[in-house]
């Protein structure tokens, strides 16, 4: 982003006075605290741009703008990886816990907070309609695939193809902490990949079901 320096001004002089040093010099003490400020602002945008993308701080200041926070309510438990644990909490499933972290997550880490926040300013633009949420799903996990079947009950489950989810990512789908469905609507199930084959289904063949020897089993997880 350009800012104006002291020069920007100086040359908006009229030639009558243009020749003036003191005159010069009078607006180029005049005008620098205010080129000064115009830096410092100018300086400030990339530190919120979410492509950048911002960390700690400047995530919590995006997260009042938009209206989420990364402290929960109800803390998410079963997400740490674990031996001899559940399948949510196996390898390339269940995240690395360090010495600091209780036994439940109660606030996000950074990676996560940027997808709410993301997540948050998709539904607030968001007209309710799958073609909608298509798009939204494709800024939010661009290395992810959607499948949304309609149960004609003001109910639809998803189902996710491309890569495994990690147990964090689940549980806040499952949860319903993004905010990913109309209101009024509910999210019966929600099937994720345990790898990155098209998942399985019966009479259907396209990049994202197949059939035997051509799939994987997806993972069923019912909405909380």
């Not at 309609?129 to 489950?157: C, H, R, V």
């Not at 147990?167 to 345990?194: D, F, H, K, N």
């Not at 790898?195 to 990049?207: K, R």
Request: charged fraction near 15%; aromatic fraction near 10%.
């Amino acid at each position: 982003m350009s800012t104006n320096t002291a020069d920007t001004y100086l040359a908006l002089i009229t030639s009558e006075h243009r020749s003036q040093p003191k005159f010069g010099a009078m607006i180029t003490a005049d005008v620098s605290p205010q080129v000064q400020v115009q830096a410092l602002l100018a300086s400030m945008v990339p530190l919120f741009d979410l492509d950048n993308p911002p960390v700690g701080n400047q995530l919590d200041i995006i997260g009042q703008w938009v209206g989420v926070s990364r402290n929960l309510l109800i803390p998410i438990a079963n997400v740490f990886f674990e031996w001899d644990g559940t399948d949510a909490q196996g390898w390339d499933f269940g995240i690395w816990n360090s010495d600091v972290n209780p036994s439940v997550i109660t606030v996000l880490p950074d990676d996560v907070y940027l997808i709410l926040i993301r997540a948050k300013i998709a539904a607030n633009h968001w007209d309710g309609t799958t073609e909608g949420a298509y798009k939204i799903w494709s800024i939010l996990f661009p290395t992810l695939n959607l499948l949304i079947q309609d149960n004609q009950d003001m109910s639809y489950a998803l189902a996710v193809q491309g890569a495994p989810l990690d147990s964090l990512t689940l549980a806040l789908l499952t949860q319903g902490i993004l905010p990913l469905r109309p209101e009024g609507v509910l999210i019966t199930e929600y099937i994720t990949p345990v790898d990155t084959q098209p998942l399985f289904g019966w009479d259907i063949e396209s990049d994202f079901v197949k059939g035997w020897d051509e799939s994987s089993w997806g993972i069923e997880t019912a909405s909380t």
